[in-house]
Structures are given as structure tokens and as C-alpha cells.
């Protein structure tokens, strides 16, 4: 697929504005601005209001069946393998599923990074705005009590949608990949007194993320291996901290889709000590 960036004239005042409030939730992270909320009862509020802590299952630390989508991201940093839950958010897994079989993401661009903490990617252009190229869709988000925004979660990040009274992140062809905040001794005070599923404020602790992306926005994978490529791209060097651009041009050259079966990677799958997740233990 032909790179039609050199064509793309720079942002005027008004795209770059309506950029910037599209991730703006996204960048107050920058500033360790990480509001603990209630994992359960507060982030569910925008929902249903009735998540629970026993309806946790915390399946991104499940070993996958063998037949299990797996997106392999081929990228100029190199390559990372994520899990796709086709079973958790079946619109969206078709809809990313048919992008990549059409290869729609060949040759596009990583175009924003939050040091160690996100970055996104999988636009037409290199700062992420529409070209007549973009796959505009836009999915109601799919929030389910499985899937959780720790580190290497990938999320589905589009245009805003829904009512005045109820306004929502829809779910697009852009992704954002998920690093971690920092988890000092103070946060993880804050994160045990928050209340809830203890294993999944656990797994926070152990493995990392954003613990105040949960229950917002449509989570649909999970990267288990490569992350020597994956961690170089979010510590990438920016142009400034108004646009997030990278310095270099980082470009996905292509996602395939395989099997778990044909990529295993087991020992990513479990927790500080060593062991599976409980519910998969129990099984």
C-alpha cells in the first residue's frame, strides 16, 4: 500500500485544536495526574453502575486457547504479538479483524507517544488527523469486567459519540497502546485503599498500566511477546509536548493475523509469583 503522507498539508489551528481534545484525557497522564478512583464501583458509574468485585476475570494472564487470534505488528522498531478477544468485544474484533485482512494498516504511522506511559498509533497520517484515506467507522464502545487496561493492553480509541447527557469514546481504527504509570509507594497506598477485586489491584501492581482508563474504552488485545519493540517505541524521543510527534518517523509495515497456537509464549502469562490467574487456576 502506497504512503500518501506528502501529500498531507501541515494542521491548521482548527485541526490541531480538535486533535488535542480528542486525546486530552490521554495526556493529563503526562503530568502523573492519575486520579484513583474506586477500580469497580466509580468506574462503573459511566456504565451500568452495577460491576462488581466477583465479576472480575482477569483473562489477559490466562494461558489463550490455541486458537486464539493473535495480531502480529510488524514495525520499523520491530515486532510485538498481541491476543485478540474476539469472544469480549466480537464488533470490534471483526471490524480491526477485516482492517488488517484488507491491509488497511500497512505503512501507517505511530503518531503520538507519551513517554513510558502510551502511545498511539495506526493512522494515515503522521499526526494523526483524518485523510481521505481514514477509516472513519465508529463502534459503540464494548466494556466488559475481563478485560483491564494493564500494560501492553490495546485499546480502541475514536471520535467522541453518544448523547449530550451521555457522552462516549467510541471505538475507530486507531489504537492506543498501553505503558504504564508510575506506581510509587503512595499510589499503590491509594490503589489498595480504593477497595474491590484484590487480585486485579494486584495484577495493576505487578504488571503495570493505567489503572484510570478502566471500564472506559473498548480494550481488545493484550501484547505478550516483543517487548524489547514495544518499550522502545513508547520511551520514544518527541518533537515537543504539545504534539507528542515522534522525532523519527515510526511506522507499523504491516499487522497479520495468526494463532496463539503458532505463537506460544506461556511464560508471559502469569503473575508476580509465578503462578496462572486464579480464575484460570481454578478451571
Request: proline letters at 3%.
Amino acid at each position: 500500500m502506497s504512503n500518501k503522507n506528502k501529500d498531507i498539508r501541515p494542521m491548521d489551528a482548527a485541526q490541531r485544536s480538535m486533535r488535542f481534545r480528542a486525546y486530552f484525557q490521554f495526556s493529563m497522564i503526562a503530568a502523573v495526574i492519575v486520579l484513583v478512583v474506586g477500580l469497580f464501583y466509580a468506574c462503573s458509574q459511566r456504565n451500568t453502575g452495577k460491576l462488581s468485585p466477583e465479576d472480575v476475570d482477569i483473562i489477559q494472564y490466562q494461558v489463550p486457547k490455541d486458537d486464539a487470534t493473535v495480531a502480529v505488528f510488524d514495525t520499523s522498531e520491530g515486532e510485538f504479538k498481541a491476543v485478540i478477544y474476539d469472544d469480549q468485544v466480537p464488533n470490534f474484533a471483526e471490524y480491526f479483524e477485516g482492517l488488517v485482512n484488507d491491509g488497511y494498516y500497512e505503512g501507517t504511522h505511530i503518531f503520538a507517544v507519551e513517554k513510558d506511559v502510551y502511545f498511539m498509533g495506526g493512522s494515515k497520517a503522521d499526526d494523526g488527523t483524518n485523510t481521505k484515506e481514514t477509516d472513519t467507522t465508529k463502534i459503540d464502545p464494548e466494556i466488559t469486567p475481563d478485560l483491564w487496561p494493564f500494560k501492553g493492553a490495546l485499546i480502541s480509541y475514536g471520535d467522541k459519540g453518544g448523547t449530550i447527557f451521555n457522552q462516549k469514546i467510541m471505538s475507530g481504527s486507531r489504537i492506543l497502546f498501553v505503558d504504564s504509570v508510575e506506581f510509587t509507594d503512595e499510589f499503590m497506598e491509594e490503589l489498595d485503599s480504593a477497595g474491590g477485586n484484590d487480585e486485579l489491584v494486584e495484577t495493576f501492581k505487578s504488571k503495570g498500566g493505567i489503572p484510570n482508563f478502566s471500564q472506559q474504552y473498548t480494550i481488545f488485545g493484550q501484547v505478550y511477546d516483543g517487548f524489547d519493540a514495544y518499550d522502545a517505541i513508547c520511551s520514544a524521543e518527541v518533537e515537543d509536548s504539545e504534539s507528542l510527534k515522534p522525532k523519527k518517523d515510526i511506522i507499523i509495515n504491516k499487522i497479520t493475523l495468526s494463532t496463539y497456537g503458532e505463537n506460544k509464549k506461556d511464560e508471559f502469562f502469569t503473575l508476580e509469583n509465578g503462578e496462572e490467574s486464579s480464575s484460570q487456576a481454578d478451571e
